[in-house]
């Protein structure tokens, strides 16, 4: 591919009790607060603000790690967001619809991970209640196999392209592809050919990358694929960016 080719950078927090934690290979247990070279806060508001002044996102995306263990959404912190002028892109973990109605009179979309959402039959009564670009599938995987239960969606680990296709068929035309093994670990996605796979046979599906984004390159080479826009976090807090 060649000439110039631009994405869109969608700033993240990983939340946890309530403070921002760094995300390392999706490990969970082993995340700690947040260290940063561009704020000195674990404030969620304060975090927030300062990635908004670096990157001057459209749109923030934030892991609710506590709700997708089961816990009760963050629903406080995400009115704090808005009330502050962020557009909030939230995953909390599995939802019905009711949980999916309370969330989207707060934020600006849901985000729908693999990892606690499944079945498909969920997926769609979500996206009843919203509009196309208003949820987001979060395809999420581990070293390159799909993660989660995958009975519903009667597709095996090892072929993540299925369920781009199964989200395109339920209405869904925004897609995260994560790989979480490469979260915060400066490896890159390794996901490039997967993304490029799907925007080809959709190109009206927004494709988004996250995970292991290293650098501005890492951005640009991501966009020459056809990726729509990038998740970034540690490249931001360290300086890399």
């Not at 009760?72 to 892109?89: S, W």
């Not at 890159?188 to 494709?207: F, N, Q, R, S, W």
């Amino acid at each position: 591919m060649t000439g110039e080719a631009e994405v869109r950078i969608i700033p993240v927090i990983d939340l946890m009790g309530g403070q921002v934690v760094h995300a390392v290979a999706g490990r969970r247990s082993e995340y700690r607060p947040l260290r940063s070279n561009i704020v000195a806060s674990t404030d969620p508001v304060v975090v927030a603000k300062a990635l908004i002044d670096l990157v001057g996102p459209e749109e923030l995306y934030l892991a609710d790690l506590d709700a997708i263990a089961g816990a009760e959404p963050a629903y406080g912190i995400y009115q704090r967001l808005v009330d502050a002028g962020i557009r909030l892109c939230v995953d909390a973990g599995p939802q019905t619809p009711v949980t999916g109605w309370r969330l989207q009179e707060i934020v600006g979309c849901l985000v729908l991970g693999l990892e606690t959402n499944p079945d498909p039959k969920r997926a769609a009564l979500l996206r009843r209640v919203t509009g196309p670009r208003d949820i987001i599938f979060s395809l999420d995987m581990r070293g390159r196999k799909l993660l989660g239960n995958l009975t519903g969606w009667a597709v095996p680990d090892d072929q993540p392209f299925l369920i781009a296709q199964k989200v395109y068929d339920l209405g869904i035309r925004r897609i995260i592809v994560l790989d979480l093994e490469r979260v915060g670990v400066g490896r890159g996605t390794g996901t490039e050919h997967l993304c490029h796979a799907i925007k080809k046979a959709y190109p009206d599906m927004e494709v988004i990358a996250g995970g292991g984004i290293r650098n501005r390159e890492d951005a640009e080479w991501l966009a020459h694929v056809g990726v729509d826009a990038v998740l970034v976090a540690s490249a931001l807090h360290s300086g890399t960016w």
